[in-house]
């Protein structure tokens, strides 16, 4: 049973518009949040993260919301730029646990 | 920094054959995971190492899979033998682990395809 879904395989979002990006979680104990982007034939980059004592975290264009009640985050990209053509990940940890579970991704298409 | 190393980037090989991928994390991290990327299962974490000892390796498929981590500097990933199913992208990542956070840092990928 997946533990972090990403429901949307894909996205396809106007260049300069808001792209966002939703994840949800099932379990309880996480209590860290990152979101990773990925170009073809290269590896996972760290984006941005929250900790599960805020429920926000802004970085430039980039800005991750947290709703611990629903157990749903969301990463949020304006303006949207070609460059962010990608796929984002999102993960979670916690339960005392190092390892990061990733949802299956969403891959975003920034069109010009 | 050079990043995380993964060698080779592509291997082909055939089933039954035994297949040994690698890795060097960055200098400092404590922590070493080794994920596994197919279309099916997305990224799942295979195994992890803190300071050299492997903590986890409940996603490991099976006992045809092993990982060492010898020293703070290599690890290896190994399938023996292989099977068509093990087709996959093999990522490696390191970290060092703070509390509470932790960012990983992945490399750029093992492509295994097993004929």
């Known amino acids: 049973d997946q533990q972090v879904k990403q429901n949307s395989p894909s996205l396809s979002v106007q260049e300069g518009r808001i792209s966002i990006l939703n994840c949800d979680y099932t379990?309880?104990?996480?209590?860290?949040f990152l979101w990773y982007k990925k170009y073809p034939a290269e590896g996972p980059t760290f984006l941005i993260s929250?900790?599960?004592?805020?429920d926000k975290n802004e970085d430039g264009r980039f800005t991750v919301f947290l709703n611990k009640s629903a157990k749903h985050l969301s990463l949020h990209i304006v303006p949207s730029q070609p460059g962010d053509s990608a796929v984002y990940f999102c993960?979670?940890?916690?339960?005392?646990?190092?390892?990061?579970?990733f949802g299956k991704g969403t891959h975003l298409i920034i069109q010009p | 920094d050079a990043g995380v190393i993964q060698s080779p980037r592509h291997e082909v090989t055939e089933m039954g054959q035994e297949v040994t991928l690698r890795c060097k994390p960055i200098?400092?991290?404590?922590?070493l995971f080794w994920y596994r990327q197919t279309m099916m299962r997305g990224l799942e974490l295979l195994i992890y190492?803190?300071?050299?000892?492997?903590?986890?390796d409940s996603g490991m498929p099976e006992d045809r899979f092993s990982a060492k981590m010898p020293n703070a500097s290599f690890s290896t990933l190994k399938i023996q033998p292989s099977e068509p199913r093990d087709s996959a992208v093999y990522f490696c990542?390191?970290?060092?682990?703070?509390?509470?956070?932790?960012?990983?840092?992945f490399g750029a990928g093992s492509r295994l395809t097993v004929l």
């Open positions: 379990n309880s104990m996480f209590d860290y």
């Open positions: 929250i900790s599960s004592i805020k």
């Open positions: 990542a390191s970290s060092l682990v703070i509390s509470g956070a932790n960012v990983l840092t």
């Open positions: 993960a979670a940890k916690g339960g005392g646990a190092d390892g990061l579970t």
């Open positions: 190492f803190n300071n050299n000892v492997p903590i986890d």
């Open positions: 200098s400092g991290h404590n922590s």
